[in-house]
């Protein structure tokens, strides 16, 4: 029952959105979703050339507990209707079922973005992962940060991801920064936030 809150700054024609997060136990970009508007605002001209809607958290009541999946069990990045889409406990019945998904599905609907960001964090590493037509802001982002660039291909499969939903059915690129798990959402931003205003200027 905790609200999605969503904030958006600029007019510009480009438009860019940002997920700061999806998976509860997965806090590690919230102070670049709390910073990225403050940032982009201070680069000039950046509010003529890009709007950049701001959704915080997709998952409010699983981060509230600390856990990856919402409410009700369910993972909220196998719940899209993207062409591996596989039904389960876990994943949802059929696509959309869950009220954050469907709310998601809408705001992409609605704001039509140009390029998507979404942070989530990874055991053991970091890195930038990408789906659709990405690539160049892959490399924009490993160039700035250091991260490397890791082609969903090469990892363990996703079926229903939001990056197969937006990357590959939508054929929207869409940019998924996996921060090291642990680490401190300051240090997160600060070794980022040059790569990730790169991106979004770039867009």
Known sequence: G???RITRIG???RRVLWIGGIHGNEPEGRIATRELPHAL????GALERITLTILEDLNPDGSAANVRGNANGVDLNRNYP???FLPGPQFGQRPLDQPEAQALHELVAAERPHLVL???SWRGRHFVNYDGPAER???LFAHHSGFPIERSDHLPPTPGSLGSWIGRTLGVPILT???LRGSDPLAAWLDTREAILAVVLSA
Not at 41 to 44: D, I, M, V
């Open 11 to 13: 007019t510009g024609p």
């Open 82 to 84: 993207a062409s591996n």
């Open 137 to 139: 802001f892959a490399e």
């Open 118 to 120: 979404v942070a989530h």
């Open 177 to 179: 920064l996996e921060y």
């Open 41 to 44: 605002a201070s680069r000039p």
């Open 2 to 4: 905790r609200p999605l």
